[in-house]
């Protein structure tokens, strides 16, 4: 059996250094309240995590008007700056890091949970197969507006601003969500994008996007404080993409050229339907460290870390249902499952009271 000694090294990504290799994968927990302002249960609740070697904390709204799910988090208002700052201070406090996931949701929001609003994309396609759970129960997603060429640069500014509010807020750097069907990535896949132009067509057109707001992100940070998440193979939110591994290739390749802190590669399929070694891909492409995640065990993680594939594993539902997971790895427990009836329900139930079995 695995030690986990490399899982458990102390590490660098960027100019983050890390106590550990085991990252906290963003979660979205829908404890925000009904402003989206971070609540102090949040701030509970990832202090109790905070010797993870990185916070990926959830999905946060860079833009307001761009809800998808019950109370998330956002990083547009003041109030919303100073609820983070109390998150930030309560992980630093525990000796933690946490950056923070800038997130615009495009088709995957509702006008029932934005005034209205119909959602942005980067084409006038609905999320087929799946329904979202709105104020007046499950609905089915709407047909998006196409976002015209010149919208696009009030889409970076505010991934730029919400960079700027999250420095503010006393993070130690970002992660600008490119996966799970939401904008970002509703641009990079062909299933979803089927623009001609600047922002279409080409896989090189199709990225352009997601590395001008790199590129914007990187300008408040320093490139070496900003991560990406992709997740080229995974088709929740109805996506996919004629070609995963060449995605991953240029998108890695590009982002290694900009030197960023981190790749955060989602490996898998949540439906189980695509598959491709899309690792291998981003190892070869792109220079920088290499996040791992999806279904990872802490001895698969160690082991791909040994073999110089990984720098660090984000755990997502482990770390739902085990606030010290990096002291059980340590001393080899048994890991808590989580119960997915709690995941987005309001209140500490199912969020901060699960137990800490090495206190
Ligand atoms: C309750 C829940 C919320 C999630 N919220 C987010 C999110 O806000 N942003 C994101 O990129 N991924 C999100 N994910 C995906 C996780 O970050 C992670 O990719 C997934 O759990 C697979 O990793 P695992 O096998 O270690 O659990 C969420 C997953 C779960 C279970």
Known sequence: MSDHS????????GALTLSNRI??????????????????LMAEYYSQRASAGLIIAEATMVLEGNSSFWREPGVYSEAQVEGWRRVTEAVHARGGRIVLQLWHGGRSCHPLLNHGRQPVAPSALAIQGDEVHTPEGKKPYVVPRELRDDEVPGIIAGFRRAAENARAAGFDGVEVHGANGYL??????DGSNRRVGPYGG????????????TDAVSEVWGADRV???IS???????MRDSDPVGLTAHVASELGRRRIAYLHLMRGDFLGQQQADVVSAARAAFSGPLV?????????ADAAIAAGTLAAVAFGHHYVSNPDLVERVRRGLPLTEPNPATFYSPGPAGYTDYPLLTA
């Open 23 to 40: 990252l906290m994968a963003p979660l979205t927990r829908c404890r925000a309240d009904a402003d989206h302002v971070p609540t102090p």
């Open 6 to 13: 490399q899982l458990l090294s102390p590490g660098k990504l």
């Open 232 to 238: 080229p193979l995974n088709g929740y939110n109805d």
């Open 292 to 300: 791992g995640n999806m279904g990872y065990t802490p001895g698969e």
């Open 227 to 229: 991560g990406v998440r």
């Open 202 to 213: 080409p896989v090189a057109h199709r990225a352009r996007l997601l590395l001008e707001v």
């Open 184 to 189: 970002l990535d509703e641009f990079l896949r």
